[in-house]
């Protein structure tokens, strides 16, 4: 792992939005607003994404975040915020790795 990963790995995931922004990219945040059950993450945890798929921070430790980056691709796009939910019970769930048990709802919006 390079000197830069590390260093972003280690940085809150807004002050890379706030970065990103000011390096005029477009950027989305999600943010856990709700948990049941055995969830990965905890509520106010953040992934933040730009218009190229690049992502830092964490929503899920890696059980969602690809469907989450993908709907932050369609809020970057269409400017509307998305609520998604992810849980056992949905039957995508499964399709995008989330077998924990729990559900978590994430608030996905665009910055700036």
């Keep these: ?13 807004l002050m890379i939005a706030e970065d990103w922004m000011q390096a005029g990219r477009d950027v989305a945040i999600a943010t856990v607003v709700e948990t049941w059950g055995s969830a990965p993450r905890p509520v106010g945890s953040h992934l933040v994404i730009d218009a190229d798929g690049n992502f830092e921070g964490s929503v899920s430790g890696g059980c969602v975040e690809g469907a989450v ?6 809020v ?4 509307e915020p ?3 939910e992810f849980g056992v019970a949905d039957e995508t769930a499964w399709e995008v790795g989330l077998s924990c048990g729990g559900r978590i709802k994430v608030y996905v919006e665009r910055l700036g």
């Design 1 to 13: 792992m390079s000197e830069q990963n590390q260093t972003s790995e280690m940085r809150d995931p």
């Design 69 to 74: 980056v993908a709907e932050a691709a369609d």
């Design 76 to 79: 970057l796009a269409e400017g």
């Design 82 to 84: 998305r609520m998604l």
